[in-house]
């Protein structure tokens, strides 16, 4: 079993930054993809970040050049450092892993862009 814990939600003006934690616990972090999802009301959740067990990120287009996805081995935790926050950024954040062929996700975490 593997649990994920997020955190850093919260209300942001548009132009302002956020940094979600997602810490794991379980399974084996070093040799798992670690992602990031949203979903807005209304709306399929869809994949925003991952990285890969080297480091290596992958964004979706809506992001790229304002998120930053990094990995902390040694602390189990993968962040998403969220800059130039717009309104449709607004949703909640999931953290996500497979481990054995299972899926995992995280409770999720509101962020919520709005003057």
């Known amino acids: 079993q593997v649990q994920l814990v997020e955190s850093g939600g919260g209300l942001v003006q548009p132009g302002g930054s956020l940094r979600l934690s997602c810490v794991a616990s379980?399974?084996?972090?070093?040799?798992?993809?670690m992602r990031w999802y949203r979903q807005a009301p209304g709306q399929r959740r869809d994949l925003v970040a991952a990285?890969?067990?080297?480091?290596?990120?992958v964004y979706a287009d809506a992001v790229k050049g304002r998120f930053t996805i990094s990995r902390d081995d040694a602390r189990n935790t993968v962040h998403l450092q969220m800059n130039s926050l717009k309104p449709e950024d607004t949703a909640v954040y999931y953290c996500q892993t497979r481990f054995e062929l299972v899926t995992f996700w995280g409770q999720g975490t509101q962020v919520t862009v709005s003057s």
């Open positions: 379980g399974g084996s972090f070093r040799r798992q993809i």
């Open positions: 990285i890969t067990t080297s480091g290596e990120p």
